[in-house]
């Protein structure tokens, strides 16, 4: 399912070091397990896994049914936030890079900025296509996508009626109430709920994330299955061989006792550019405060080996790095002979490609741990649906724990209204008149 | 042009330590002026943009003219690291997010990773379209545009036959020796010199930058006169207002000093996302050696608000902020009025997305400084070849100010090397047996 390799980290953590912090995080898990640590309002995702019912699967399929019979072929998913990544990194990580399976939506996030060029741009994209739309809010009055939905509502309900426009547009939202609720209510438009307790960087398994990716054509049965074994994994593990409870551990003390301040999410592929800014999310927001927390930033190698590799090599040393680490391609190219030998590769003749980029990656291990880079490796067989699923869940369980070790609340997010609060100001929003 | 403002900093850092950085920066500035600090082999890049000639572009040009005659839709411009980012910095900036203006073939990076589905990708696509390549090697042997560009070669050569790809393969390469400078000469491919005193995060505006750039379609010599202004301020302007000296005095002291180990390079629009890719290589690759440096991470706004807003605002305190602020919309579209008003958004009503965007900038930059992240302000009028030659050379030249001050040289990257020699050793190329 998921492998956790924390080699890498041998020369810089001692076993007595580690068996410490591995106490301190059985404390955490107890605390996540048992449900009653800060922020225990938001633990909904624990058993998402398990708790998702087929029905609702059958709702996000009927919807992609539907606008498939009417022939949709642009779907605007509008949300931010974790509204937006979760979806963003499993579509980007399963899809064609340039092709768009016959019979498949395209599928194009708005809302997720305040950018006048782009949404302009999602419009005229609109324009000369057959749109559909899914709207994701708790509340329905965040600024961006509640702008970008006003502005594409309007365009939908213009270009095919009223009528039709409200087969067009699917809610996520509220249970019971908000704007987006009543909205969807009024106009009876499909909806699908975002359970109160599950916030939204953690929402990737609710109908938040779970309905986009059905409309990209994948399947999130294996997802959620992927997503449950795991959770029956960790779950069952109260031990120092927990891969979550490892990696939480050992991040933990990196930071504390070894002066490391910066993570920095390692993948081999440019399938999971958006993996790295997902789990930005989800690390970032549930640790970065009260002064605290492990910088998290990524990479995407080979690339960015020719761009951050230098600095990661040999720049100043407070980094650590995990690798997600994908262990088999999924497509089949190999380098070929070639006669002339030009650019001297007939070494690689009859190679994978994907041999090149694992030997790639394993110097680059050997010589930035060397550089004084403490590695951790999570590794999958393959990327699909199942294993993303499994690599989500992870994610959030060692999150939960890690957060708790370091002393702070994983599941709020006091410092994200400051900036919200001027921003109303500013814009001359009733009831913010001071900054 | 491009205007500088650091009164974020001012609660930061005093005028005395100010004045005591600008005057270290100026004997910097005089090293780099002068050319006799490390590294100096590799200036080429301080007089680029007034040294290119129109030649050049026109040649840039009649590749261009030539392929649209062929009816190319798909460019594949193969390259790594600063061989790939200015170019794709400059289009992804320019271009429609979504479609493609009629004439104008699609741009397609390969070779900037070695990732075995993705180049399966970029074949597939290959095989609808009508294709040409521009590669861009210095040696032509670095591995990842040396795989990728093994593969493609034969692609069109098989697909469009030996002398029809000679016409539709175009190398960027040493103007004397090497690989890819033997193949072209045998193959009888156009190519274009990457001269010897530039290296690669500095090429932007050589042809490994400029030929993709007219190739989409776009106008290098607006480009290059914004960069020949910029060259010609900061170069006649010695002095405590240059704005390269106040970037380069100030980030040295936020690091030397204060403890903010970590620059997060911060725009208002997706469409700079890849500046930021651009600028943590130019700056991490430059400063990043010898234990030392500034870790560079870029956000995207307002999307990243709701990811790393949390730690940014209320994380560890070792983060300091440099936006780069865009004035004008190239786009026009207002948040209309709705009689409902579910959404509680006519306030806004009759404003531009724009103005938006702007207040939420400006919120942030408040709540941020309050909440203890330094921040510098570049802005520019909006968008358009002109002020991105601006900031190409803006960058450049603080860059080559600001690693002297941190005493690196800027100009190599001896950190690249390690990875590559395990790397070698391990896909048992010749002449690399030990790891």
Redesign the interface.
């Known amino acids: 399912m998921v492998k956790f390799d924390y080699d890498g980290c041998g020369s810089f953590v001692s076993d007595e070091e580690q068996q410490r912090y591995v106490q301190t995080a059985l404390k955490a898990y107890d605390l996540l397990m048992a449900g009653d640590g800060a922020g225990s309002d938001f633990l909904g995702w624990k058993t998402l896994p398990s708790d998702v019912p087929e029905s609702l699967i059958e709702e996000c399929e009927a919807v992609r049914d539907d606008w498939k019979a009417k022939g949709v072929d642009l779907v605007l998913v509008i949300g931010?936030?974790?509204s937006?990544?979760g979806s963003k990194c499993a579509i980007e990580a399963l899809s064609?890079?340039?092709?768009r399976p016959e019979g498949v939506p395209q599928i194009?996030f708005a809302g997720?900025?305040?950018?006048?060029?782009?949404?302009?741009?999602?419009?005229?994209?609109a324009k000369?296509r057959n749109v559909a739309c899914v709207v994701i809010s708790k509340s329905?009055?965040t600024?961006?996508p509640?702008?970008a939905?006003?502005?594409i509502k309007?365009y939908i309900e213009e270009t095919y009626g009223e009528k039709e426009a409200s087969e067009r547009i699917v809610a996520v939202t509220d249970a019971r109430r908000g704007?987006?609720k009543?909205?969807a209510e009024?106009k009876g438009y499909r909806s699908f709920v975002v359970p109160d307790n599950v916030g939204?960087?953690f929402s990737v398994l609710t109908p938040v994330g779970l309905l986009p990716i059905v409309l990209a054509g994948f399947d999130v049965r294996q997802m959620l299955e992927g997503a449950a074994e795991m959770q029956k994994y960790l779950s069952l593990d109260r031990s120092e061989f927990n891969p979550a409870v490892l990696y939480a551990s050992i991040r933990n003390l990196l930071y504390a006792e070894k002066g490391f301040?910066?993570e920095i999410l390692v993948c081999?592929?440019?399938?999971l550019q958006y993996l790295g800014?997902w789990w930005?999310?989800l690390f970032?927001?549930s640790?970065?405060?009260?002064?605290?927390?492990?910088?998290?930033?990524s990479v995407?190698?080979?690339?960015d080996?020719?761009?951050?590799?230098?600095?990661?090599?040999?720049?100043?040393?407070?980094?650590f790095e995990t690798v997600v680490s994908v262990e088999k391609?999924?497509?089949?190219?190999t380098?070929?002979p070639?006669g002339?030998n030009?650019?001297?590769?007939n070494?690689?003749a009859g190679?994978?490609?994907?041999?090149?980029?694992a030997?790639?990656q394993?110097?680059?291990s050997?010589?930035?741990i060397?550089?004084?880079v403490p590695q951790m490796v999570l590794s999958i067989e393959r990327?699909n649906e199942r294993n993303l699923g499994s690599l989500f869940y992870f994610f959030e369980f060692s999150c939960g724990i890690s957060a708790y070790m370091l002393g702070v609340n994983p599941f709020n997010?006091?410092?994200?209204e400051?900036?919200?609060?001027?921003?109303?100001?500013?814009?001359?929003?009733?009831g913010y008149e001071s900054?």
């Open positions: 931010i936030g974790g937006y990544l064609h890079s340039f092709i194009v997720q900025n305040l950018s006048e060029e782009y949404l302009s741009e999602v419009l005229d994209l000369i329905g009055t600024t961006e509640a702008v939905f006003r502005i309007n704007a987006l009543t909205l009024r939204g960087r301040s910066t081999y592929t440019p399938k800014e930005k999310q970032g927001e640790e970065g405060k009260e002064g605290k927390g492990i910088f998290p930033a995407v190698c080979t690339t080996l020719h761009s951050m590799g230098q600095f990661i090599q040999d720049g100043s040393r407070n980094l391609s999924n497509r089949d190219l380098v070929f070639d002339q030009y650019d001297e590769l070494y690689l190679q994978h490609v994907e041999h090149c980029n030997m790639a394993l110097g680059t050997m010589a930035h060397e550089g004084g990327i997010q006091p410092g994200v400051t900036y919200k609060h001027k921003m109303f100001a500013l814009l001359k929003k009733p900054i």
